[in-house]
């Protein structure tokens, strides 16, 4: 791996204001993200950062994803010469970018700069341990002594492509946004700020299970004194489907979240018709089998048995005809229904 530069911590700092430089710390799984842009006759680099998880998957934000769509879009119609790709820390090989898939589409979430980018070869780097579950990623996040941030955007000279990482100075958890949206997936740290092309790096925790990822940058702007980290916890399910399955698309995973409310909406149900006396054991054991088999099929097809999406569906079908069976929308809903 390459040494890592140590730059002097100046006043003017664009990555850290308050935050200790780390050197020799371990960043191989933190790569550089290339774009292309073209305006006018010109054509432009951008850089972003990005978290190499496993099996040709990176980590990134939605922003970056959106400026590496429109370069693919360009790169395909021939109006740009370049294709994105990323490259790690100790080679010099470019990963060129193969497929692209935004959180927005996932139907996890639509409020998170989150995005995943796949590439065509398999990636000569180490990848980050991801958290087993969210508890995993709040318990980390109690000592931020031990998180660290890491990414390739400005440094003092206002260059671009040098990794660098920054132990976190302050951090809030669940901070409040505006409309006090998306607040509880996203890390605000005021003394510790990036700046343009840190989006998309790692916020990053040691644990006594190993270091973990937390979350990406969601932006860095000039002169603005704080970052938003988007964590990952509610995009667990999401980020290891793509990644374990070579083929991956957003149309099964989609089907599989659809699926998996449904169920969670039977409980309920369930649950409602018990309380009113209103649920026979042979109503119980039907609803205590279809949310069996669709936990079971949902875990499957996540970790790559896409065929037993058809088996999800019949499940599916089976999970509605059982819903306006039992009228569930009065059970739950009283107040609600005519």
Known sequence: MKSLFLLTLLSTSAFAVKGEYIQGH???????????????????????????????TFVTAEHCYDEV?????????????????????????????????????SRSSEWQDLALIKVEESVDAPPIQLPKSADEIENALKDKENCY?????????????????????SLENSPKDLFSVGSTQRVRLRENYTDHGDSGGPLYCKTPNGTILIGAVHGGVKGVKFNDVEKINAALDWINYHKDNANSNEDTFQRVMINSDLCQNLIECSEAMKKLNALSGDVEKVMSKLIKKSDAYKMEVLLGGETLVVKMEEVWEEMIKQWEKNDCYKKLYPDKSN
Request: charged content about 20%.
């Open 149 to 169: 941030m890491s990414g390739y955007g400005l440094d003092n000279e206002d260059k671009y492509g040098v990794l660098k990482t920054a132990r976190v100075a």
């Open 69 to 105: 769509a429109h370069n693919s879009e360009k790169f395909q119609s021939q109006q740009l010469p370049q294709k994105s790709f990323f490259t790690c820390p100790g080679s010099e090989k470019k990963y060129q970018v193969q497929n692209l898939f935004p959180m927005k589409n």
């Open 26 to 56: 371990d960043l191989a799984s933190t790569c550089m993200l290339t774009f292309f842009v073209k305006k006018g006759e010109k054509v432009l680099t951008g850089t972003c950062s990005g978290s190499f998880i496993g099996n040709k």
